[in-house]
């Protein structure tokens, strides 16, 4: 494989600091380009697992192999915008920091505002972007990196369902296009089965891995696909899977 090869947890967990033991054992393989989606409940460790697999953070146990040098690149479920730059300066915030050249980071950051539909904003400052507008800003600097890993954690839980919709497509012909490897944190099923390879359904605190389902259909996925029969029979699966986690355990 080339320099994309696969990303792989044996075992990992963590435990804060604090004595938490956020993450039990995980044992997990992302092959490149593929689009994975976790689900699971409030607090079982998904944006914990995503800052582990981002490398922003070591496992306290187990082991974690990723390729070296791999440009990764996170979306955070608020915008975080600076409101005090252009558009412009924040999609090329984060190339900046790295130390791209000027020149390298302004076509870039260009492009990658073109590609989320927002040519024309360039000058434009955040406070006049609308929630999905912002969103898009936020995918814009994270793909402006050209990244090979992009780790989203619910970066759509804030927009309505109409825009989620779109932003949904749209994101889903971005990763089609650029071929990255994907990992998305979610509390909406149907997005996960509509975006994914593989949905991952992760148990309560601490965190464990309860199932992995395959979804099958072939892309471009069509909008038409989450009115269908087969695409109701995933979504119920991964719903099932959720409904079964234990919630508190009852004397009997
Ligand atoms: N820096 C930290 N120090 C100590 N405990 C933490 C830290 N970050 C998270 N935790 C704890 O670890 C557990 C898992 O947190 P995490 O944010 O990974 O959950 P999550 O699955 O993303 O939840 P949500 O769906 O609500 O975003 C929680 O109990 C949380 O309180
Ligand atoms: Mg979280």
Redo the contacts with the bound molecule.
Sequence with gaps: MSKATALTLSAVSKR???G?Q?LGEIDLSLQPGEFVSIV??????????LRIIAGLMAPSGGSYQRPQGIETAFVFQDAALLPWRTILDNAQLLMELEGYPRSEYQARARTALQRVGLAGFESAYPHQLSGGMRMRLSLARALALQPQLLLLD?PLAAVDELTRDVLQEELSQLWQAAGFTAVL?T?NVHEAVYLSNRVVVMSP?P?RILDVIDVPFAFPRAPELRAEAGFAELTGRVSAALRAIPQVSSPT
């Design positions: 804060y600091d604090s938490l956020a699971g409940p409030s607090g079982c460790g998904k944006s914990t697992l619910e944190v509390h605190r965190g």
